[in-house]
């Protein structure tokens, strides 16, 4: 373990992260410490805040200068040529009735710095508890403790380029759980870069190294490397409609690496991988934004695994995999209420495939929507602000899921049949599902010395709901109801040093 906290502390030292000019800030997407960021940023967006360019792109990136942070915590410091070093130490508390309450303790620092105007520096390690204790975790665990490097970052930002490189959580879509890229996945190790062509077209480019299986952990005889590569055209057609353009391939196999054609940000991924008859996982997908009136945004996005165009054969005859989310946000029905209604559905199969090493998973999560496939869910929030950095949020939640699984050993029942083949939405025995929560995130300010840059702020979360089971993980006739108690209190301190 001591080798591993060794590993934990030197990336934490020595990969930095750089940001772009004004002291861009990079806000990282999937931590506590900017929730509270990203859903002001939606609500700005929707009310016709047209400062904020690509919000759809994540992690998001601003200047220091415009001071347009509301809700996140102060990990940046307060003047160029300076670096701020954090730590965060949080008490979690999750209850429900008939199960065992549980208490988690997390601790998060980091050190970021604003190196020039055009580079600053972000790096960041966590131990969770709570991460020790999830069944998909795969790395080591110490004294109940897991450790990561969570963010390692370098980037560069100008008027038209922003690049990045090193360790991030990435988020493509026109909300934070996504289809393609989901802030609910494992970060990425990898570089990636966006380019504004005017005020009306962004070009997105992401190469990432996944984890890969060894013949030490893995049900495999060689090790086998696992690659992402993913490029998206966004159009905006005015302050008000925008339109995404997405493709992403997932390649791996014995002896392969880093292969040029999938280094080429203009390669069309499919086409090539159907011409040099390789076996890759491939996605192609859209989404969008259109705003209706002063207040009312729709938004959705459409992702394609898989697709039957001909029906020559039996094998024609494979269920589309194909996933979308439709949704609209409605500024201020009430005053300082936001309402948001959100309808998900991805089918059986989605993000699977025949080799195992190609199913869109990185560290055992999903790269894409966190629920995986064979699920459809409607969630309605109602969010009340409280200034900009405390928000008040009541939730309801219908869910259906089906037996599958991205990790499903690969079937194809409809070669066992003659004719048409259709199976049921969701497969299986379905767990059906319905959740009321009310939900509480505020940045608490506990104390700040901008004279003597040092800061000192709380984060508070906190969920109180009651949820009902039928079929319960699938299982028939196990049905259950239950009231739940999540907390967590994290606290943040900061100090700054001039780096001259």
Not at 82 to 90: D, G, I, K, L
């Amino acid at each position: 373990m001591k080798t591993v906290l060794l590993n934990i502390v030197t990336a934490s030292a020595v990969v930095l992260s750089v940001t772009t000019a004004l002291n861009a800030q990079i806000l990282p997407v999937g931590e506590p410490g900017t929730e509270l960021f990203y859903q002001r940023l939606l609500h700005l967006r929707t009310a016709g805040d047209n400062a904020i360019t690509n919000y759809q792109l994540a992690p998001y990136l601003t200047t220091s200068a415009s001071n347009n942070t509301p809700g996140a915590l102060s990990y940046w410091p307060q003047s160029q040529n300076a670096m701020r070093v954090y730590v965060s130490p949080s008490q979690g508390y999750d209850g429900e009735q008939q199960r065992r309450s549980v208490t988690t303790e997390r601790f998060r620092a980091g050190v970021t710095a604003h190196l020039s105007d055009n580079i600053s520096a972000m790096s960041s390690f966590v131990l969770d508890e709570e991460l020790a204790r999830d069944p998909t975790y795969t790395g080591k665990v110490w004294r109940g403790l897991a450790g990561d490097v969570e963010t390692a970052l370098v980037s560069y930002q100008n008027n038209k380029l922003t690049a990045l490189a090193g360790r991030y959580r990435a988020s493509w879509g026109p909300q934070y759980t996504n289809l393609l890229l989901s802030q609910t996945a494992a970060p990425l190790d990898g570089a990636s870069f966006r380019y504004r062509f005017g005020s009306k077209l962004t070009f997105s480019y992401q190469i990432a190294r996944l984890d890969p299986i060894s013949p030490d952990t893995d049900s495999s005889e060689v090790f086998i490397n696992r690659y992402l590569a993913a490029h998206r055209v966004d159009l905006r057609f005015s302050d008000n409609v925008r339109i995404g353009i997405f493709e992403s391939a997932l390649f791996a196999g014995p002896g392969r690496g880093m292969e040029l054609q999938f280094l080429n940000p203009l390669m069309f991924f499919h086409g090539n991988q159907l011409n040099e008859d390789n076996n890759d996982n491939t996605f192609l997908g859209l989404d969008y934004d259109l705003r209706l009136m002063h207040n009312l945004n729709l938004f959705g996005q459409f992702l394609v695994d898989d697709f039957q165009i001909d029906n020559k054969t039996q094998g024609d005859q494979e269920p589309n995999e194909i996933g979308f989310i439709f949704g609209a946000r409605l500024n201020d029905i009430l005053p300082a209420t936001d309402l948001k209604v959100n309808w998900s559905r991805v089918t059986n199969r989605t993000y699977n495939q025949k080799l195992p090493r190609n199913r869109y998973l990185n560290q055992n999560r999903p790269l894409g929507h966190p629920l995986g496939n064979d699920f459809e869910t409607i969630q309605l929030d109602f969010l009340h602000w409280f200034g900009a950095e405390s928000l008040l949020r009541l939730t309801s939640i219908i869910q259906r899921r089906g037996v599958g699984r991205i990790t499903d050993p690969w079937s194809e029942p409809w070669l066992a049949t003659s004719g048409d083949f259709s199976e049921p939405f969701p497969t299986g025995t379905v767990e059906k599902s319905t959740a009321f929560e009310l939900g509480y995130l505020a940045k608490v300010p506990l104390l700040s010395g901008s004279g003597l840059g040092i800061g000192r702020e709380g984060l508070l979360q906190a969920t109180l709901g009651w949820r009902d089971f039928k079929n319960e993980r699938n299982l028939q006739n196990s049905n259950r109801s239950s009231f739940y108690l999540r907390m967590n209190f994290s606290l943040f301190l900061a100090g700054d040093i001039k780096l001259n």
